[in-house]
């Protein structure tokens, strides 16, 4: 019989070559743990009995001091100024989850130390990315107005590239502290102050910080400098882990590696977050999750994350700092009702363009295309980057959406597009993009997400060179997408309660430290049956035991699974419902066994 089969090709990680099975024992009994734990943490580079034990517990007290960052000094020198001269700081942060939580950090810690002090996040569609020149005027004018001077102004998650704007920003009097994690130009702005583990001369240990780690390091800097002279009795001292539920939500919605210090910070957050002492996060997670479970990195990054983002796609992302940052439930609910009809619009918005996009794709295209270069001239800017993403998942290449952008900077109208790029595993974008640059107005962007800004006129010109390079870059196996499995397992293995308690501790999960994926084979599925619009639930049976599993958009494979045995690719969740947990398989991918 012809049954459907999983376009992906699915391949079994290896122990290095440098590890052998007898040492893999040996690790498990001296660090306690199930072998089956010691190759997940092998598969992602962990093997030394005392980095394992660190990895399993993570704690607070293993961050590296904040003085280690480059920078550290002078800007907390500029803030101890502008806290005893009383001189106001405004936080300039960017509008995507990210930026929104720095800013939310920041601003909460000035107001409890009593810096006068107000948030200004740009307008994505007016605006764009990154500090401009317009908003650093308005800046000075209502500063000048409300306390007679510039002041301090201090960057959240963007400023690295600004160069030219803050050198105006210096010309009208700020002095300039910029925090933020991008990569950094050969020529750094002159600010007065620059944190940013990435930039040259930088020895701090923790590389690959989110935007609001960096902010949250300036603050933890800052309450140590002032800890030094006695600024608050001992008992009064403010307790910054209660920030790190902030600081978790921006990490993981950054995606930037849950390894070293990110993970202690997520782990740490998401203690913090289930303690629900913020208002604005409660509301907001009483709109998004449907049960009362333990938030989970997963909540972060497909129900809290996604909704802070739709308010900066689509609405004012300023709404998203004072739902974090209020203690006012009535304004808290309104806050987060504001998130969730935006969240919902972005959804619709983002399903009509995908549609769109979707249906200029022809087979004739996909035969002879590396990647794909959409334009129409009324797609909303804000979702292009989502869209991309999901047209890349859908056909396996580099996909850029443009649409049109009829003003540049200064203001003035000129025939141009607008807009955002994804990859896929193994092709720089941005390299390709580079490769364009002479055609461009702007970009900017990495390995796997790019923005861009082009003369209308160029856009038939620019698909053919990217193209060309996109293909130049490629192998024989590049357009063909594969599925890394960690191990092919049993369900008599899967339920072995030492291994069950040591999975726990392996979380959170995230990019950098991937769930781990399993697979059983040639496994006859008991009672599969649709749920909901497409989604197949079954259970797995075996000596005696059971497990349920679900596999979200695989309905499609209900008669297959009925009538014949099935290979699976899953995750393994642990699931609460009506007061009992229960383990749960998470389909990732399934195809019917050959014999």
């Known amino acids: 019989m012809d049954f459907p089969r999983s376009e992906k090709k699915w391949l079994l990680r290896q122990l290095p070559t440098d590890i052998t099975e007898t040492q893999v024992k040996k690790i498990a009994r001296d660090a306690g743990i199930p072998e089956t734990i010691v190759t997940l ?23 590296p ?29 960017d509008f995507d989850a990210d930026g929104v939580t720095a800013t939310a950090v920041l601003s909460q810690f ?94 701090f240990p923790c590389k690959h910080l989110a935007g609001v780690g960096v902010a949250f390091y300036l603050i933890l800097g800052l309450r140590s400098e002032l800890i030094t002279y006695g600024h608050w009795p001992e008992n009064k001292i403010p307790n910054l882990k209660l920030y790190m539920d902030l600081v978790a939500i921006g990490t993981v919605a950054d995606q930037v590696p849950v390894t070293g210090c990110n993970r202690i910070i997520v782990k740490s957050g998401l203690e913090i977050l289930n303690q629900a002492n913020r208002v604005g996060l409660q509301k907001l997670l009483d709109n998004a999750k449907n049960s009362n479970t333990d938030v989970t990195v997963e909540d ?75 334009f129409k001239n009324d797609w909303h800017q804000g979702v292009l980057g989502i869209v991309a993403s999901r047209l890349s998942d859908q056909f396996y290449r580099p996909v850029i ?71 130049a870059q490629s192998g024989k196996d590049t357009f063909s997408p594969s599925l890394l499995i960690d191990m092919q397992t049993t369900l008599n293995e899967l339920a072995d309660q030492k291994f069950l308690a040591a999975f726990i501790s392996l979380a959170p999960f995230g990019a950098g430290f991937p769930e781990p994926i399993f697979c059983m084979r040639s496994q006859k599925l008991s009672k599969p049956r649709l749920v909901g619009t497409n989604h197949l639930r079954f259970s797995i049976m075996e000596n005696g035991k059971s497990i349920n599993g679900i596999g979200f958009g695989f309905g499609k494979l209900v008669a297959a699974s009925q009538k014949g045995v099935m290979d699976l690719a899953f995750t393994l969740r642990l699931n609460s419902y009506m007061g009992q947990e229960k383990w749960q398989l998470n389909v990732v991918d399934l195809r019917p066994s050959i014999a």
């Open 401 to 471: 959406l443009l649409t049109d952008s009829t003003q540049d900077d200064s203001g003035e109208v000129q025939k141009l597009v607008k807009g955002s790029g994804r990859s896929i595993e193994g092709i720089d974008i941005h390299k390709a993009v580079s490769s364009c640059q002479e055609m461009l107005q702007r970009f900017g962007g990495h390995a796997g997400a790019v923005g861009l800004t082009l003369p209308a006129d160029n856009i038939t010109s620019f698909r053919h060179r990217f193209d060309a390079f996109i293909g």
């Open 65 to 93: 001091r904040p003085h280690l960052m480059k920078g550290m000094n002078e800007a907390v020198s500029i803030l101890l100024g502008a806290l005893k001269f009383q001189q106001p700081v405004t936080v300039f942060g």
């Open 300 to 374: 972060i990054a497909f129900r809290l994350a996604p909704r802070i983002n739709a308010i900066g796609r689509i609405g004012s992302a300023g709404k998203a700092v004072k739902l974090m940052t209020t203690n006012f439930p009535e304004e808290a609910q309104q806050f987060a009702e504001e998130l969730e009809a935006a969240n919902n619009s972005r959804k619709s918005i983002e399903a009509d363009i995908f549609t769109e996009a979707a249906s200029m794709v022809s087979p004739e295209t996909l035969d002879t295309a590396h990647s794909l270069v959409l």
């Open 41 to 63: 943490l092998i598969h992602r580079g962990i093997s030394d009995k005392r980095n394992i034990k660190d990895f399993l517990n993570p704690s607070l007290h293993e961050l």
């Open 110 to 203: 000035f107001k409890e130390l009593g810096v006068p002090s107000h948030s200004y996040i740009p307008d994505r569609m007016r605006e764009g990315y990154g500090l401009n020149i317009k908003a650093v005027r308005k800046i000075f004018d209502h500063n000048m107005q409300q306390w007679g001077e510039a002041g301090v102004l201090l960057t959240a998650d963007c400023g690295i590239s600004d160069t030219d704007v803050v050198s105006a920003a210096k010309n009208l009097g700020f002095r300039v502290i910029i925090t933020d994690h991008h990569k950094p130009p050969n020529e750094l702005p002159q600010a007065d102050a620059i944190l940013n583990p990435l930039q040259p001369g930088c020895t």
